[in-house]
């Protein structure tokens, strides 16, 4: 290897480019030791084989359903306690805005973005944010005057239902995206969640008649708002290498 | 490459090769005039020896130019498929350059180690993730920076002592070693505690467009930020060098 040194007086100028008789004097990076090469390959055989992750798209929806129709079943009330024969007009709205947050934030999570990396991080966070305040606002849309003296005054059991169903559908989502996600991913977990808490709220939109303001709030909304601060919380160390 | 983590060429690009020689000349003994011929004496050679980190030859400057894009990306997409013979394919093509990031980010000794192999370990388990329109280097890149973060954030929650900082091994530097690499060794202990100075955001955008040649639109999509954000940090950074070796009596522009 050379060691001719740089010569001050015979250096080329910054400015110049023409910087090749640097090149062979200086060294370049290093290989890292073969003994440390062998030894990860012996730790990688051990490593979990790669799994599909596309088909537990499917248990989104699903986990809320089956924790739906545990509180059913428990409960001894039938699981759709909306007339599905009679879906109201205000109810199609909002189940259909449901649909289309939670299909904007699930498209925002995915996207392919620059370079192979996805959206930026104020791209992620400015979706969520909009997405998330949509998805607690929707349900309060849904308030009447029908009086419905069966239900919990503050909605208690279905603030549980919620949350329940909610664990369920980001624990799918996380595991769907799990050490996928090198960049942003606390904002993409955000997203998630607000995907998350779109899917539940269309779930406890059919579950749940209320229609009283304080019900809505505290019932659906508030725990919809919950969610998407736990995937904050909880999910980016799930999505990151 | 040093122990400190700094090669040579990282000073040049920098600085400049007619600044990194002005420095040397401000500020020491001025060296001599006819260029030392190109067999290395014995000395200088095990004085170099006993600084760099043992190993396999290093590999020339040459090797960041022939970086195979295309044969990273082949290598990559089959190990991404699950195809395990293909790792050492991938590690051929990625390990040096992402050597030489991890050192920079951690300024150099056995936590660059460390951090290549926890880099790779986690690689290796996100492998089905890698996108094929994504380069596989800036892929590895981002991981490394993910394991680093994870690092300092341990770090700061559980202090500990990982070894002499770079003042430490200049402190045990032998008094034997040839004039000008001391003074090399002090220029890049100058830019490396500027570096370790700045937000570890702007740290790395740094090291990603000045030091590694990523573009900057690739450096804002492996650090998630807008272009207009990493030159704003690229030149926060070098305006912090600039105005250290302006402190020292020198007029540079990195």
Known sequence: ?241 | MTAIGWADRDLVAVFGASTVARYERAMFVPRKTAPEPAVPSPASESARAERTVSGPAPISHAHREAFDDAGACAAMLRYAQGDNSAFSDVYAQLAPRLHGFCVRLCAGGAEADDLLQETLLKLHRSRTAYRPDAHPLHWAFAIARCAYIDRLRRRKARPEVLGDGPSGLAANRSGSEPESELRAAQLRELVQSVLLSQPEAARTSYILVRLEGVSVADAAAILSASSDAIKQRVHRVAQALREQLQRRGLDVNP
């Open chain 1, 1 to 241: 290897m050379s060691t001719r040194k740089l010569d001050p007086h015979s250096a080329p100028a910054a400015d110049s480019g023409d910087e090749s008789w640097v090149a062979d004097l200086l060294s370049g990076p290093r290989l890292p030791d073969p003994a440390a090469l062998s030894a990860l390959q012996a730790e990688l055989q051990k490593a979990e084989r790669p799994k599909k992750r596309w088909p537990i798209l499917l248990a989104i929806p699903v986990g809320g359903l089956v924790v739906v129709a545990a509180r059913a079943w428990l409960s001894d009330r039938s699981l759709w306690r909306i007339d599905m024969t009679h879906i109201g007009e205000r109810l199609s709205w909002g189940i259909a805005g449901l649909a289309l947050c939670a299909l904007l934030a699930i498209a925002a999570a995915v996207h392919r973005g620059r370079k192979g990396f996805g959206l930026a991080t104020k791209t992620l966070g400015s979706i969520a944010l909009g997405l998330s305040a949509l998805v607690a606002a929707i349900p309060l849309l849904l308030r009447g005057t029908t009086p419905q003296p069966a239900l919990h005054t503050l909605g208690a059991p279905c603030a549980t239902v919620v949350l329940t169903a909610g664990a369920l559908t980001l624990a799918a989502a996380g595991y769907m995206f799990r050490r996928s996600q090198p960049v942003a991913a606390q904002a993409r977990a955000l997203v998630l969640g607000t995907a998350a808490a779109a899917w539940t709220g269309i779930i406890i939109s059919l579950h749940c008649p209320a229609e009283s303001t304080t019900h809505l709030m505290w019932g659906h909304s508030a725990p919809l708002l919950i969610l998407v601060l736990f995937a904050s919380l909880f999910l980016p160390r799930q999505i990151q290498p």
